[in-house]
């Protein structure tokens, strides 16, 4: 098949991680042509990873100064903030240049803010909505901090649901990443299918690796750094889950890794023995399975790849039930859970006492992640999808 990808990112294993796994699934054996918007913090070696991989890319560079006059465009037109922003003259033209030169089979589109480009496409189109940014919305509202946030999330709230409308009716088939995200989709769009293609982790990628004999245990979290998820989990957990873990064990240190961190995480580094690593270029030289990974998110939708990536490398996980949420992971045999710091600090007290604890947590993990994430797996599901819709025309 010949496939066009249309993203707000360019794909890469720090932005875009779902669609960057289902490309590399996909490249091997077809051929793919990849239309995006591309980041002014976003490396050029991201375009170098694609192009390695036989992809041809075409990258729309984002004028923060034309997205935020398409924003107050947006406000007039009670468009979300999202959408406004991804709004760009180039890559419409650049679609409609490339559509017109090449013929395709199929065209995904990645994630909904990206939809406003479907209409006028005539040839068979999936829309990966990935998970439910109603419910994101309604569930990030109460530990919001700044009126500024509140406005935002409540602005994209009133305007997500019409806009979703909008761009439903003109793709043949929407998928999300979680059987949740679904069912919300269908409460407010009873009138379309969603079908479920969860995330997927390269697991020869995300291979267990060992710190050696004499590690003591570490704290580890990563994500998306500047992600309001993140930033509340990183707050949440220095300020209430680590001062009752260091009571026990004063000296025990935390890693938080992840991509381009806010400020309120950079000024976590050096405090109560935490450590920002910030854009590594590649997270599974940084996950062990003699490391505890700790995901205390409070605000969540979809399935956090994090997670699965963690889950790979045969980490012992400690999470509450929305880090888990879209998971079917079974308490004490996958992951141990908590929901208040005192059970963080009990989970995590019971891991730092037992390395065998700690290894068939690991184990079952990463297991499950080879059942049920493998790139392998979800990619060959994605492609039935393609071939469905190739064959009916639409």
């Known amino acids: 098949m010949k496939i066009l990808f249309v993203t707000p990112v360019v794909p890469s294993q720090t932005d875009g991680r779902r669609p960057f796994n289902f490309i590399k699934y996909l490249a091997p054996k077809h051929t793919i042509h990849l239309i995006c918007l591309r980041l002014p913090q976003q490396s050029p070696a ?47 033209h650049a679609l409609e240049r490339t559509l017109a030169r090449e013929s395709f089979d199929l065209v995904h589109i ?59 009716r003109h793709v043949d088939a929407a998928v999300v990443c979680s059987p949740i995200d679904a069912d919300v989709f269908r409460k407010h769009h009873p009138d379309k299918a969603f079908e479920v293609i969860e995330n997927a982790v390269d697991a020869e990628q995300f291979m267990p690796r060992s710190h050696g004999n004499g590690h003591t245990p570490r704290c580890v979290m990563t994500g998306t750094l500047f992600y309001f998820p993140n930033i509340d989990a990183g707050r949440y957990y220095a300020e209430e889950i680590l001062p009752l873990i260091r009571k026990t064990f004063p000296g025990l240190e935390t890693r938080i890794i992840g991509s381009r ?64 949420e879209g998971l079917d992971l079974k308490p004490e045999h996958e992951a141990l859970f908590a929901e208040i710091p005192d059970q963080f600090r009990e989970q995590v007290e019971r891991l730092m006492n037992s390395p065998e604890l700690r290894q068939t947590l690991g184990q079952n993990a990463r297991r499950y992640v080879l059942e049920k994430h493998n790139i392998e797996i979800v990619g060959a599901k994605l492609e039935r999808l393609y071939e469905r819709l190739v064959a009916t025309g639409g």
């Not at 935490?274 to 205390?296: G, K, N, S, T, W």
């Open 46 to 92: 991201t375009i170098r990873d694609l192009l390695e991989m036989r992809i041809a890319v075409t990258a729309v560079d984002i004028a923060p100064y034309r997205s935020y006059l398409s924003c107050l465009r947006g406000f007039v037109e009670r468009q979300p903030l999202q959408v406004s922003w991804c709004r760009s003259p180039e890559l419409r």
């Open 110 to 168: 990645d994630r909904m803010r990206m939809g406003q480009y479907a209409p006028g496409i005539r040839i068979p189109k999936v829309i990966d909505c990935t998970d439910s940014l109603v419910m994101y919305f309604e569930r990030s509202l109460p530990y919001r901090r700044s009126w500024g946030e509140r406005f935002v999330d409540r602005w994209e709230l009133s305007t997500y649901p019409r806009f979703e409308q909008y761009a439903l």
């Open 261 to 324: 961190p806010k400020r309120e995480v950079s000024a976590l580094d050096g405090r109560w023995g935490m450590q920002v690593l910030a854009d590594v270029p590649r997270m599974e030289e940084h996950l062990f399975q003699d490391d505890i990974y700790l995901c205390p998110i409070r605000v969540a939708t979809g399935i956090r790849n994090k997670l699965l990536e963690a889950m790979a490398a045969g980490m012992p996980i400690v999470t509450t039930a929305l880090g888990a």
